[in-house]
């Protein structure tokens, strides 16, 4: 049954539920995994990433809201609207788990045994690989282990978040004559969660895994010599792990921080997940250990962590069952030229991953190489272990360029990344900022100041995603590589805003959250309404990966109301209602799940016929307009700006491949061609124009 995404915490009836939102976004996702058009490697991927998603959603939201609903530190004591709003996120996500492991078990395992990619348990294996793994297991894994009979003496152990572990009930007396019945034994995180099997001990061909749990499983026994193993499962543990820190309090962030990176492994418990054929007198003892109620438990027919199952998507060939290579193209002005030369004549348009983001990284080291670059300046929101683009910054540094970086240190999940390359980066002479106190540095901008004959010149690069290289090719975003002077101040007067704390100057151009971004947004949505109610077309087109600031929707709500035709594309949560009689008639909202995750964020907006468009960090959401730094900023040049509708709006709106339609209700539906009309992809017809064929070079 669909869940009702209309939340009875809900008094005014006009916004739908965020979480129940988000879940739908995964139902989407899980429907990739489903397609069979859908290439089968990829179709396991795609659960993989339901997981992945799945345990940010507990890890995260659910947390928050369990800490925020607790009224006298209880999590059970909840308002009974919320507690309310708990139980249907938490049906939905146990029948999204159950659809998810019943797709793994009835479809993806079982072709890809057909295609000769087996995922053994230990009743498919043959006596030789048998063998061989009990070899495996007592010369890598038992010498790891380190089985815990509980007793007064060891009580229940610290569990790590997300971690695979083992209960195990025992009868008859430990060596000491003592009764103890149960046994807890964690599985060592350096080892690996999937094992691929010697090719020749295979009956059948092909390529054959096993998984640590499934080693484990096969010769707990061995274990525990003197004692019975009569029951025993695998668990695993989702804690709450958002890091929180006295910001009014430290006095260094990044010691803090180190800190708090260890504090998060044993957050507050949100969510237990066991085998499917786990005793319930052994769950129910995990559920008392962990603090909690029974609709938190989760009996999975598999792996507790599905997440570890893209090793084999990693370690197999076949090309066939993966989506065909793709090649992104180079934008002709930045190919084999001087990129300041071509950015004085032209302003460039980069849209990721068709065209490279290579393009930025050769900015940032020309930059670094060029003798006449006096300073860079960057912000660091995620950039990933690995980066030619640090390591540019670190070059620039010790070359003794004035290198300024803002690394925000409290991006969610690279924070040991971060403090890694702030360390490093100070360490090259670079001043390390981390951002301003209470709010995430979001923005994605970096300035290159150059002194020429003219004097000082900005170039400057703006983005809607990461600098992350690994990203990069698999999100779409659009940066633009600029000399406008203009747009150059505004660059470096967020900068100075960062650095020195003070109040920004006003900007030429750039709309800056927390200070005017909301405000801007919303002026832009009325004066499209005053047009609409002048008898004038008032047209908004709005790509984002969420909508949900009341503000902002109340704004689409009203120009609706006075006529302005409204396409919102959201990839992910949308708490707006459309084509509600009187409040939304003229708004409708879309999600594009394909190949690529959709991350650029585009504000269109019609103007007379001025046909204003930004491009931004910032999704509609509060915590980007209030509590985050963020920067949208226009496109000036016309032929760019005609590009990036004619790229980043019009496929998507034109795709009935990948489209999902959102009703009032907050189903989804998905779009199909209707009649004669011939089935398109936005993000196949964006590859195959601005993508380069294998083997070819870019112009």
């Known amino acids: 049954m669909k869940p009702d995404l209309r939340s009875e915490t809900n008094k005014h009836g006009i916004f739908l539920d965020r979480e129940l939102s988000q879940l739908a976004f995964n139902r989407r996702v899980m429907a990739q995994a489903a397609d069979p058009a859908v290439p089968l490697l990829e179709r396991l991927r795609y659960l993989c990433i339901v997981s992945s998603n799945l345990d940010e959603f507990f890890e995260v939201r659910v947390a928050s809201l369990l800490a925020a609903a607790a009224t006298d530190g209880s999590p059970t004591a909840l308002h009974p609207a919320l507690a309310a709003n ?187 997940e066991v085998a499917k054929n786990c005793p319930p007198e052994l769950s129910q003892f995990l559920l008392d250990q962990f603090a909690l109620d029974h609709s938190r438990l989760y009996e999975v027919d598999g792996p507790v962590n599905l997440v570890r199952l893209t ?11 993966r989506f065909p290579p793709f090649f992104p193209g180079v934008a002709s002005k930045a190919a084999n030229t001087d990129i300041f030369g071509a950015l004085r004549q032209q302003d460039i348009l980069l849209h990721h991953p068709y065209q490279s983001f290579q393009t930025v990284i050769d900015f940032i080291r020309a930059a670094a190489l060029d003798a006449s670059v006096v300073a860079i300046k960057q912000t660091i929101y995620r950039t990933g272990m690995n980066s030619d683009l640090m390591e540019s910054l670190i070059m620039a540094a010790r070359a003794g360029k004035e290198v300024t970086v803002i690394v925000e240190l409290m991006a969610r999940f690279d924070e040991e990344a971060n403090i890694n390359w702030a360390d490093k980066l100070e360490q090259a002479g670079a001043q390390v900022v981390y951002g301003v106190v209470g709010l995430k540095t979001h923005a994605k901008v970096a300035l290159v100041i150059r002194r020429e004959e003219s004097g000082l010149r900005y170039y400057a690069h703006l983005g809607t995603g990461n600098y992350h290289p690994t990203t990069t090719k698999l999100y779409t975003d659009f940066g633009l590589l600029t000399s406008n002077p203009e747009l150059g101040r505004d660059v470096n007067e967020v900068f100075m805003h960062l650095t020195s704390l003070t109040k920004p100057q006003k900007l030429n151009h750039l709309w800056l959250a927390p200070f005017a971004l909301q405000n801007e947004v919303i ?177």
């Open 86 to 272: 708990l139980r249907r996120i938490c049906d939905e996500c146990h029948e999204l788990v159950k659809v998810q492991y019943d797709l793994l078990n009835t479809e993806v395992l079982p072709q890809l045994q057909q295609a000769g990619i087996h995922l053994l348990r230990h009743n498919q294996r043959n006596e030789a690989q048998r063998a061989w793994v009990k070899q495996y297991f007592e010369r890598e894994v038992r010498p790891l282990l380190t089985p815990i009979g509980l007793d007064p003496a060891h009580p229940f152990p610290q569990v790590v978040n997300k971690s695979l572990n083992f209960i195990v009930s025992l009868t008859g007396k430990d060596a000491f004559g003592r009764g103890t019945a149960i046994a807890i034994v964690k599985a060592p995180r350096v080892l690996p969660r999937v094992i691929r099997l010697p090719d020749e001990l295979s009956d059948n061909g092909g390529v054959s895994f096993c998984l640590l749990s499934s080693v484990i499983h096969s010769h707990i026994s061995d274990l525990f010599a003197g004692r019975e193993v009569i029951a025993y499962s695998q668990f695993r543990v989702t804690r709450d792990s958002d890091l929180w820190v006295d910001e009014e309090e430290v006095k260094n962030l990044r010691q803090a921080l180190k800190g708090e990176l260890q504090g998060r492994q044993f957050g507050t418990s949100v969510r237990l």
């Open 311 to 321: 090793e084999i998507i990693n370690n197999v060939a076949h090309p066939e069952l």
């Open 523 to 699: 002026k832009a949505i009325r004066n499209e309404a005053k047009i609409a109610r002048a008898g004038r077309p008032g047209r908004i087109i709005a790509k984002m990966n969420a909508l949900v600031d009341e503000s902002v929707i109340r704004a689409l709500y009203a120009a609706s109301k006075d006529g302005v035709k409204i396409d919102v594309i959201v990839r992910g949560a949308c708490t707006l209602k459309p084509g509600v009689p009187g409040l939304s008639e003229n708004i409708r909202v879309r999600s594009i799940i394909g190949r690529f995750l959709e991350h650029s964020r585009i504000y269109y907006f019609r103007n007379d016929l001025t046909h204003d468009v930004y491009l931004g960090s910032a999704d509609w959401m509060s915590r980007n307009l209030f509590r985050r730094i963020e920067v949208a900023f226009p496109v000036l040049d016309r032929s760019l700006k005609r590009r990036v509708i004619a790229e980043g709006l019009n496929p998507y709106l034109k795709d009935n491949s990948n489209a999902w339609e959102l009703e009032a209700t907050g189903h989804y539906q998905r779009r199909r061609p209707r009649g004669k009309q011939t089935l398109f992809s936005g993000q196949q017809y964006l590859m195959h124009t601005l993508g380069t064929p294998a083997g070819e070079d870019s112009e």
